[in-house]
């Protein structure tokens, strides 16, 4: 299985930009997609953004696109979130995810190993 650990979050003011760190470490020779999901509190965890195994393809939540943008390096064993434009709805425990599969998918029972969270509060 794949130990994953994030970091990068903390408070920022709306419009500023964050960039969220997500290092991989055991089994990273699978060949997985990777994701990020986030969760507000008292709300369900919500899918955020996604990247295939090769990082040839991304796909984004509507809440985030145009404003997010995910990339990974393999030499780093390590997944990125740049942030852009943050916004007070952007507030959320952001994790980092392992899926069982090479091309990006969006439901959470896709995914198999899971960070645990980095805080992320976007002030008006």
């Known amino acids: 299985q794949v130990q994953l650990v994030e970091s990068g979050g903390g408070l920022v003011q709306t419009g500023g930009s964050l960039r969220l760190s997500c290092a991989a470490s055991?089994?990273?020779?699978?060949?997985?997609?990777m994701g990020w999901f986030r969760q507000a509190p008292g709300k369900e965890r919500e899918f955020v953004a996604a990247i295939s195994w090769g990082g040839t393809s991304t796909y984004y939540a509507d809440s985030v696109k145009g404003r997010f943008s995910i990339s990974r390096d393999h030499s780093k064993n390590t997944v990125y979130l740049q942030m852009n434009s943050l916004k007070p709805e952007d507030t959320a425990i952001y994790y980092c995810?392992?899926?069982?599969?090479?091309?990006?998918?969006?439901?959470?029972?896709?995914?198999?190993?899971w960070g645990q969270g980095t805080q992320v509060t976007v002030s008006s």
């Open positions: 055991g089994r990273t020779s699978s060949h997985n997609a």
């Open positions: 995810a392992s899926s069982r599969t090479v091309n990006v998918v969006i439901g959470r029972n896709w995914y198999d190993s």
